[in-house]
C-alpha cells in the first residue's frame, strides 16, 4: 500500500489524527513500521465525541496501543449533547470542534504537519457531495493533498490509496481497528453516497466512479483560471483602504459570473468572521446591480456595510457615528465629521451664532442667482452623493435659522470669502 510522504520530511514533527477506524489506524501503523525513518517526532490526537456508547472503549484501547508503542497520545472529550437533543446534524459542528483543537493543539505541540486517514473513495464521495449540492462553483471540488492551515501543514497522505487496498493492508498485517458501526447506516448524506449511491453507479458496466477524479482535475484547472482573473480585478479595480473598499458598478458587472463570486470571496474573507455568505445571496445583489436603483444596502453587520451607489459598489466600516450638532459663536476653524470648517474674521457679530448640524427632512435652501428654493435632499441627489455619506455632511445655518451651506456643495454667495468648507477626507483620499 503506498503512502504519499511528500507533505513532511525526515525533520519534522508530524501528528496523526485517529479515530481508531480502520483507516487511521492502518496509517498508524504504517508511521510506526516502513515510514518511521520519514519523520523526526509523531504524536497521535484522538476526539472522543461521547455520542456512541463504545466511545470510551476506543479510546482506551488507543491509550494502551500508544503506550504499547511509546507514541504520544492526546484526546479531547467533546460535548454536542445541546446538537444532538435539538435534532440537528452534528457532522459539520463536530468536525468544526475537532479543527478547532487542532488548531491549538498543534500550536501548542509546536508541530509541523497534521495528517489525517482521507482516502481515495472519501474523496470520490466529497466530489459527488459538492457536484450535487452545487458546492462546486467556488472551491475545490475535492480535497487537496496538501493545505496550510495556521502555523501548520494539513496532509492526507492517502488520497490516493484506495479503501480496498487499505483492507488488504490491515489483514495482511492484522492491524486492530473499531468499526463505527454509525457508517453503515444512511441517515446522513455522506453515508448514503459511499454506501448506495456511488456503489450503485459502480454497478453499471459503462459507469466508472474514477471519472470524477477527471472531473476534479478538470475543476482545479478552472479555478486557477477564474482565480486570476478575480486577483487581477482586485489589483487593478478595487481600491482598497483601511476601512472601505470600493469599485465600479459597470466593471464588475462585465466580469464572468463565477469571477464575480470570487471577487467578493476573496474582499469578504478579510472582513466577514462568519461563514461565506451564499451563492443565492450574491446572486440577489448581482441582480439589483444590473437594474436601474441608483442606490440599495445589500447588506450590514455591527462592523460593515455592503451597498451600492450610483456606479459604485462600497464595502465600509460601519462607524454609526451620530453627529451632534455643532454651537459656533465667533471667526475660527472648526472640524464636523470629516470635514473642515473656517469662519473667517470679517463675519459680521450679527450673523453668529452658527449652528452646524446634519440635515433634517424638509431642509431647503434659498437658490444664488434666481427665485426660490432648493430642497437638500435634491441636492444631494442631483450631485450623486452616496446614501451613507449623507448623514456626515454639515449644514450650517444662521442666527437668523436660514442653511447657508451645505458641505461642499451649497455656499450662499454673499459668504463666498468668509466661509471656507472642506471635506477632508476626499483630499486624503486623493493624496
Not at 440577489?284 to 441608483?294: L, R, S, T, V
Not at 463675519?347 to 431642509?363: A, I, K, S, Y
Not at 441636492?379 to 447657508?404: F, H, S, T, W
Request: aromatic fraction near 10%; include cysteine; charged fraction near 25%.
Amino acid at each position: 500500500m503506498e503512502v504519499n510522504t511528500d507533505g513532511w520530511s525526515s525533520d519534522k514533527h508530524i501528528v496523526l489524527a485517529v479515530s481508531t477506524g480502520i483507516d487511521s489506524m492502518v496509517l498508524l501503523h504504517q508511521l510506526i513500521t516502513n515510514l518511521q525513518d520519514t519523520y523526526a517526532q509523531l504524536t497521535c490526537l484522538h476526539v472522543n465525541h461521547n455520542i456512541r456508547s463504545i466511545a470510551d472503549e476506543e479510546e482506551l484501547f488507543l491509550k494502551q496501543y500508544c503506550i504499547d508503542h511509546n507514541i504520544a497520545l492526546h484526546v479531547k472529550h467533546l460535548d454536542l449533547s445541546t446538537i444532538v437533543e435539538k435534532g440537528n446534524s452534528i457532522e459539520n459542528e463536530a468536525r468544526l470542534e475537532r479543527y478547532r483543537w487542532f488548531d491549538l493543539i498543534m500550536k501548542d505541540l509546536n508541530a509541523d504537519v497534521l495528517l489525517t486517514a482521507h482516502h481515495q473513495d472519501d474523496q470520490l464521495e466529497t466530489i459527488f457531495y459538492r457536484l450535487m449540492t452545487g458546492r462546486s462553483t467556488r472551491s475545490s471540488l475535492g480535497m487537496s493533498y496538501l493545505t496550510t492551515r495556521g502555523s501548520y501543514d494539513l496532509c492526507k497522505p492517502l488520497l490516493t490509496t484506495t479503501k480496498i487496498e487499505i483492507q488488504n493492508y490491515q489483514h495482511a498485517y492484522d492491524v486492530p481497528f473499531y468499526e463505527d458501526a454509525t457508517n453503515a447506516e444512511n441517515y446522513y448524506v455522506r453515508n448514503d453516497i459511499r454506501n448506495r449511491i456511488l456503489p450503485e453507479i459502480e454497478q453499471n458496466k459503462q459507469l466508472e466512479t474514477k471519472q470524477l477524479l477527471k472531473l476534479k482535475e478538470w475543476h482545479d484547472e478552472q479555478r486557477v483560471v477564474i482565480e486570476n482573473e478575480a486577483n487581477a480585478f482586485v489589483e487593478s479595480d478595487v481600491e482598497i483602504s483601511s476601512t472601505q473598499y470600493r469599485f465600479s458598478r459597470k466593471q464588475f458587472l462585465q466580469l464572468r459570473h463565477s469571477v464575480k463570486m470570487t471577487v467578493l470571496d476573496k474582499l469578504f474573507a478579510n472582513i466577514l468572521t462568519r461563514d461565506p455568505l451564499t451563492e443565492k445571496t450574491y446572486n440577489e445583489w448581482f441582480q439589483i446591480m444590473g437594474e436601474n436603483i441608483a442606490q440599495s444596502t445589500l447588506y450590514t453587520t455591527d462592523k460593515w456595510i455592503i451597498y451600492i451607489a450610483y456606479d459604485k459598489f462600497i464595502i465600509m466600516a460601519n462607524d454609526d457615528v451620530k453627529l451632534s450638532p455643532a454651537k459656533i459663536d465667533q471667526s475660527g476653524t472648526y472640524n464636523f465629521s470629516h470635514y473642515s470648517i473656517d469662519i473667517n474674521n470679517d463675519l459680521p457679530t450679527f450673523e453668529f451664532p452658527l449652528l452646524v448640524r446634519t440635515r433634517n427632512d424638509g431642509d431647503k435652501f434659498e437658490l444664488n442667482g434666481m427665485k426660490g428654493h432648493k430642497k437638500v435632499s435634491r441636492l444631494l441627489i442631483d450631485n450623486k452623493i452616496e446614501q451613507q455619506k449623507r448623514g456626515q455632511i454639515p449644514i450650517i445655518v444662521n442666527a437668523n435659522n436660514e442653511i447657508i451651506a451645505v458641505g461642499t456643495l451649497f455656499l450662499k454667495r454673499k459668504y463666498k470669502d468668509l466661509i471656507c468648507i472642506r471635506d477632508m477626507g476626499e483630499e486624503k483620499n486623493e493624496r
